[in-house]
């Protein structure tokens, strides 16, 4: 499909989300029935869809499983096919995947050379045993490149694993895997799927503890497990376009809710009075206070937990304060009800800027939480959101996905 098709069919499928909330909204006389005929007309704007800068390579990201492939081999390095139900799971190589640079396919390539002369097995279901899992690989535009090898110990002591730690780092160092040129290579024992630094630490095996990138002049420190954009030419995209609907007087405070490393809030720092931003990873809000320090931004503060704990608290003494902006940029889960609930329940909040990479899942709940009516029975009390403009963003070339920014207003 051209890149010209993507982006006409990503648009024709926000449109088609936004309908779904439109006709919700205007069920709920929360809305008003738009003057046009037109039956697939919304009530507010839908832009174009913003093309990304770059379509090809762009994924500063990527994680590779370790399965069955095509020829029964258990340790091969790639991406699934198939499907649970139907037991017919393969894991086929990514060398043809177009959104994927050369660094990470290289990568994923030397790993799986290295499992398959290790005396260990692959860990494809954890209750049948074996140890090599997968393989992030993360990237910058700088020349930066971080390895982080997933392994499950089983019953394996320390002492056990020390001897495979120590050949994973001769391969990648002095074996064939050092055309990889790697700046960093993370080991995390775990017996759990995904597991966060406080669960099992990142043991740094070789190189620097951090990865670096640069966003519209601004420099970032990266950890193993936090959050960023992945398309790092995209996000420039997506950040000019926040700053843009914005519109702050620079008297205001932005709520930057699942913060990260603090991307966008830096990148806003100098449209607003005050940057506070919230991010459940302690190791992003680690990088994010690095990363305002290294910048020489001071009105920035960052603080670490559970966006549903720490907002309500903070809003309360902001109640009768002068209007502010929130930014929201959450996962795929969407926001905790909390979370909304303590946004449409703060009157000085006049405007949202609501970040979503799957608006037609979890995160439809939220913008009916914060646009319909009040509702007693959840606690939901403030004057309704409206939105007023939708934007999509292609984060993702070649694939279905795209960002959606979606501006709601009171």
């Not at 809000?285 to 903070?314: M, R, T, W």
């Amino acid at each position: 499909m051209s890149y010209e098709k993507q982006l006409q069919v990503k648009y024709e499928g926000q449109k088609k989300t936004l309908q779904f909330l439109d006709a919700h909204l205007i069920q709920k006389n929360c809305l008003q029935q738009p003057n046009s005929q037109n039956q697939q007309q919304l009530s507010f704007p839908l832009l174009p869809t913003v093309p990304s800068p770059v379509v090809e390579g762009y994924r500063n990201k990527s994680t590779f499983s370790v399965n069955k492939g095509p020829d029964g081999n258990p340790k091969t390095v790639g991406f699934y096919i198939g499907t649970g139900k139907g037991h017919n799971i393969v894991c086929v190589h990514a060398d043809h995947l177009l959104n994927l640079p050369e660094k990470h396919k290289q990568v994923a390539t030397y790993y799986e050379q290295f499992i398959q002369q290790s005396p260990l097995e692959s860990c494809i279901l954890f209750h049948k045993g074996g140890h090599w899992r997968e393989i992030t690989v993360r990237t910058s535009t700088l020349g930066d490149t971080m390895a982080i090898v997933y392994f499950h110990p089983q019953n394996l002591t320390k002492d056990d694993v020390q001897p495979h730690k120590e050949s994973l780092v001769n391969f990648f160092t002095r074996g064939a895997g050092a055309a990889c040129q790697l700046t960093s290579l993370y080991f995390q024992e775990s017996s759990m799927t995904r597991s966060t630094n406080e669960q099992a630490p990142y043991q740094l095996l070789y190189g620097k503890p951090h990865i670096y990138e640069e966003i519209q002049e601004l420099k970032f420190r990266i950890s193993p497990d936090a959050f960023f954009q992945v398309n790092t030419f995209g996000a420039e995209a997506l950040f000019k376009t926040v700053k843009d609907v914005s519109q702050s007087d620079k008297a205001s405070t932005l709520l930057d809710v699942c913060c990260g490393t603090g991307a966008i809030g830096l990148n806003l720092s100098k449209d607003f009075k005050k940057i506070i931003g919230i991010e459940l990873i302690e190791q992003a809000i680690e990088d994010a206070k690095y990363n305002a320090s290294l910048n020489g931004i001071l009105n920035c503060h960052f603080l670490a937990g559970k966006a549903e704990v720490i907002l309500p608290q903070l809003l309360l003494p902001l109640y009768a304060s002068v209007p502010h902006v929130t930014v929201v940029n959450p996962s795929r889960a969407g926001l905790h009800y909390r979370v909304t609930r303590a946004i449409r329940n703060c009157p000085s909040i006049r405007k949202l800027v609501y970040i979503s990479c799957k608006p037609d899942g979890e995160a439809m709940k939220n913008f009916i939480e914060l646009c319909g009516p009040p509702d007693p029975q959840k606690k939901l009390f403030g004057n309704s959101f409206v939105p007023t403009l939708a934007i999509p963003i292609d984060m993702f070339p070649h694939t279905l996905h795209c960002e959606l920014i979606i501006i709601f207003e009171r």
